[in-house]
């Protein structure tokens, strides 16, 4: 496309977000540049030199088992030889050959680069794709595999997704993890796409729960610097704002400053599943855990039904590790740009927007939060009669959890910052 034209006009806009919201994977664009709202996830995976044919080989079996689960045949791709897409076929696919690849890559301090997709060219969405770097400078840079996965699909089977996405945190034992949708950019390059920028900004005025993820663009962290410095606009620097699963590690719940059962109280919500991973140790022993979180569904939220609850709970634990100047464009923005796209300095805004004095999209846009379908008797606003004795808790003050009798009115922190104080029951007393 031109990038001195208009890529969407106002009609053609809304034609793509209401066709995503019948269904995702709704593809725009030129013939092999269609880009659509997908579902992913991307795990990015810190290591060291002596780790690099062990996290390799992961991505590996990952691949294989991807190939074997999708629904959909992969029709391109990247040969890790030479780096070029090409059809796929025994030999190139190969678990063999795969990994006599890697141990060259090892052998001579070379990228490991994987990556397949079920279009005939990597620039552009996909129902499944995938792509991982393992990295040769894992003292700079995170190792990552991302995975574009079918809406339909996983609708159908849920466990069988949930159950691979289990195996594959306890083979990479990842230090980010995300997964949620967003506009398919798996197989993407270094480079990005403009096209896809564009479609990212357009697509976060009208939809909470689309997420911007960029593996090569985002994965520096330079952990082993002198002074600990961390780049601010790299995921090295804080975790991004979760749209539906996320991993907090050991590293960043640490740095978060929370034991796990505090994880669990500051998420205690009958819609919010958390899952205990056992992480090991630079050493090699098992010594801590780490905790993939899901809230709810997988969900756009439209802006207009209201700022979701789930994820103004996620935002919230995570808000003093967030990496609010992540940079979240491929291409750097430029004076006289005529489409939307993030800068400098909306990005941190977006990142910002489950925050309770946020704007975003606009103060006109933004709906009053949504809450999510629970009991009567689980949740409970400042004001309103107690529905059901028990403890209660609320984010709106960490220290208030107390007990409460039937009938009792619910206080309220109208000084908190968290916003609106909405009180829940907690969740072992729930029968």
């Given at each position: 496309m031109s990038t001195a034209h208009i890529y969407l006009k106002d009609d053609e806009i809304a034609d793509f977000v209401q066709e995503t919201k019948n269904e995702t994977q709704y593809f725009y664009g030129q013939e092999g540049y269609e880009y659509g709202v997908c579902p992913y996830i991307s795990f990015y995976v810190f290591h060291d030199q002596k780790k690099f044919l062990s996290v390799a080989n992961a991505a590996i079996d990952?691949?294989?088992?991807?190939?074997?689960?999708?629904?959909?045949p992969f029709a391109s791709v990247c040969n890790p030889k030479t780096a070029n897409w090409v059809v796929p076929t025994d030999a190139n696919m190969s678990l063999e050959y795969l990994r006599k690849q890697a141990i060259w890559h090892h052998e001579n301090k070379e990228l490991f680069i994987l990556g397949a997709t079920d279009m005939d060219g990597p620039e552009c969405s996909a129902c499944w794709a995938f792509s991982s770097y393992t990295s040769r400078v894992a003292s700079s840079y995170y190792s990552f595999v991302k995975i574009t996965f079918r809406d339909s699909w996983y609708q159908k089977n849920k466990s069988i997704w949930n159950d691979f996405v289990l195996r594959c945190i306890s083979r990479l034992q990842p230090e980010h993890c995300y997964s949620g949708y967003e506009i398919g950019t798996t197989t993407m390059s270094v480079f990005g796409a403009y096209e896809s920028d564009v479609m990212e900004r357009i697509c976060a005025d009208y939809f909470y729960g689309v997420d911007i993820d960029h593996p090569p663009k985002m994965d520096y962290h330079a952990r082993n610097s002198e002074d600990g410095w961390a780049p601010r606009t790299k995921l090295g620097g804080g975790l991004r704002t979760p749209t539906w699963c996320f991993m907090l590690s050991p590293y960043w719940r640490k740095k978060l400053g929370k034991s796990v059962s505090e994880v669990k109280q500051a998420l205690s919500h009958p819609d919010i599943h958390i899952i205990e991973i056992p992480y090991a140790s630079a050493e090699g022993g098992a010594d801590d855990v780490g905790l993939w979180i899901r809230m709810g569904?997988?969900?756009?939220?439209?802006?207009?039904?209201?700022?979701?609850?789930l994820l103004t709970l996620g935002s919230a634990l995570i808000k003093p590790i967030r990496c609010d100047l992540l940079q979240l464009f491929t291409l750097h923005p430029w004076e006289g740009d005529p489409n939307p796209r993030f800068d400098f300095e909306n990005g941190p805004l977006w990142m910002a927007r489950f925050d309770p004095d946020s704007q975003w999209p606009t103060p006109s846009a933004r709906a009053p939060m949504k809450f999510s379908p629970t009991g009567d008797d689980l949740r409970c606003p400042a004001g309103a009669a107690c529905p059901r004795s028990g403890i209660w808790w609320t984010p709106a003050d960490s220290n208030a959890r107390r007990a409460f009798l039937q009938g009792e009115e619910m206080?309220?922190?109208?000084?908190?910052t968290y916003g609106a104080t909405i009180w829940y029951r907690e969740s072992e007393q729930r029968s």
């Open positions: 990952i691949l294989d088992e991807l190939k074997n689960m999708a629904d959909l569904e997988l969900s756009l939220y439209p802006v207009e039904e209201g700022v979701p609850e206080p309220d922190f109208p000084e908190s």
